[in-house]
């Protein structure tokens, strides 16, 4: 049973075949966020800082970090992204005590993030072109860390499925003569918009069971993309977990500060027996109570975390912190 | 591609493969119901009649009627049943113009429904007892109609789904000898509670997908089994069914009225490409809204649908009188 291991100074989250769905958030991360991008440029953090409360508030157990602004005054990332990369993942790791993802297309950012983070950070990606395996996968030997690999290559993003696995699989084949295991790579099939694409959905799920049975592999989404451009996007979405779930799916890269995408997470946990006892889906039915009765999100979990904790105090240890 | 063709005197339901999913009304049904058997045993058929358009406007495409009430005034199913099956089934073709699902475990009622109801209803339905596929059958020869197979047996519910899919299959082949085709056979492989058997939701997940590979059957369930117990039930229901749509579940006997596990069909619809342009989920996307601008369901419902027949006028036919 594959389990990609995740690590932060304190805490371990497991991606893996028989483990609750990993729930990676998405929204430190100044791409077409303007305010945010200004922000970064003029050094202010705060909605940083806000965003990776609130995220694992919500129950995001590892948070993706991304420093791909583009300055006003220097439009060069290369030079712009490292340090901003370093001060964010320092920032976000004194915040919070979840394993970091490290989200960057600048190897130069890659690396300054794998040499601020403590524990065993996610790396955010390779993808199957050429220069990027050349430059990445020596870095993720280095740093023995896990991987998401993006199942694109130098032709770019075929829309034929089969396609997709080959790059996976080619992905997988290089890694291991760097000798980065298949157990940490985290393949990303890429979602196409079920709007644009009929068969976009039908494509994730067959190709998710193909990864996991034929190469092994842990796997990941963007998981908003399947909704782009439909109107009452949150239920579509809010459909697609449990589906990409049931197909094999073991995380994704969301936004977790929605109830009703989490909420059909948490309720797929316990339809594939990851959750004994139902005790996180019971605990998880009380922030609903409380949001109906008008708490926002954040508060409700905060204070159902608070909760458990003091019922399972010298008992069991949460979710996110179990080994 | 299977495909179970249901009719009433004017329209059509198909339970396929490549089919949206059928949604079967259960409503109408005095088990459990107290207040529902007492009107019935009085004469009292409104509840009946406001189920009957309610589950309709809400996007039932077929409506299961059971007239199992058991009498004060005679305790003897085998004198009641069949004249009030008789009964509720001609009133509610009077009143609405889907096809009919006739339930009962009196062979004398299911007969009694097959004489009054028009065009090509279901039978709900036949086990794996020995006297129920000898009494059944015939009947369902005899008419020409299609079946739910519970996949019980004169041993009982077995907890393994080996045993479940053996006793489908024993169906199966058993009305095979009656010349009654697979594709007329609509196993129901039983959904148990996941709060009680932790692997409830995998046994089915694992069972349609065999039941549809081996058997070639379509299959069916009562969908709200799996949340028995457990609080927030809807939450549950609403991931379990895209979630068993995803594994080929091709209908469930449900309540329609609940908004959210309507949705999350509507989605699943469109996830598994049986949404062309996403027609329907952009019409589903306007009831939503108007629900949350607090209209009722069943209201933006009817009124999205007129909408959807003033502008198709001439051209294409709703889903639900697709032939």
């Known amino acids: 049973m594959t389990r990609t291991i995740l690590q932060s100074a304190t805490k371990t989250a497991t991606i893996g075949f028989d483990e609750p769905f990993c729930v990676i958030g998405e929204r430190i991360n100044p791409t077409g966020r303007k305010k945010l991008a200004a922000e970064l440029e003029a050094g202010d953090f705060s909605t940083v800082e806000r965003d990776a409360v609130l995220q694992v508030a919500c129950g995001a157990m590892v948070l993706d970090v991304n420093a791909g602004v583009v300055y006003n005054s220097n439009p060069d990332p290369n030079v712009t992204e ?3 990369m370093r001060q964010m993942i320092e920032l976000v790791q004194g915040l919070v005590d979840v394993p970091l993802c490290i989200d960057s297309s600048v190897p130069a950012a890659l690396e300054a993030g794998l040499g601020a983070a403590q524990g065993r950070p996610l790396v955010n990606s390779v993808t199957g072109e050429e220069d990027r395996l050349e430059m990445v996968l020596p870095l993720v ?18 829309e034929d499925p089969d396609i997709r ?6 992905i997988v084949r290089r ?11 985290v393949v990303d099939p890429l979602v196409m918009p079920v ?10 799920f ?5 990864l996991r049975e034929e190469l092994g592999v842990n796997t990941t989404c963007g998981a908003s993309n399947i909704s782009f451009g439909l ?4 239920g579509i979405n809010a459909a697609f977990l449990p589906m990409a779930i049931g197909a094999g799916m073991t995380s994704a890269i969301m936004n977790p500060i929605r109830l009703v995408e989490m909420e059909s997470i948490r309720a797929a946990n316990m339809l594939m027996d990851h959750d004994p006892n ?10 609903i109570e409380a949001v109906e009765q008008g708490a926002s999100f954040a508060e409700a979990s905060k204070s159902a975390l608070a909760q458990a904790g003091a019922g399972r105090r010298g008992g069991r240890r949460s979710r996110a912190s179990k080994g």
């Open 82 to 84: 490292p340090p901003l």
């Open 141 to 158: 030997k280095k740093y023995d860390v896990p991987v998401v690999a993006i199942s694109n290559d130098d032709t770019g993003i075929s």
């Open 165 to 170: 696995f080959d790059v996976a699989r080619k």
């Open 175 to 185: 890694a291991a003569d760097f000798g980065i295991p298949a157990h940490d790579i």
């Open 195 to 204: 709007g644009a694409m009929a068969t976009a959905g039908r494509q994730v």
């Open 206 to 210: 067959a190709l998710v069971r193909r």
């Open 231 to 234: 109107p009452h996007r949150h």
């Open 278 to 287: 139902g005790g996180e889906w019971i605990r998880f039915a009380r922030v």
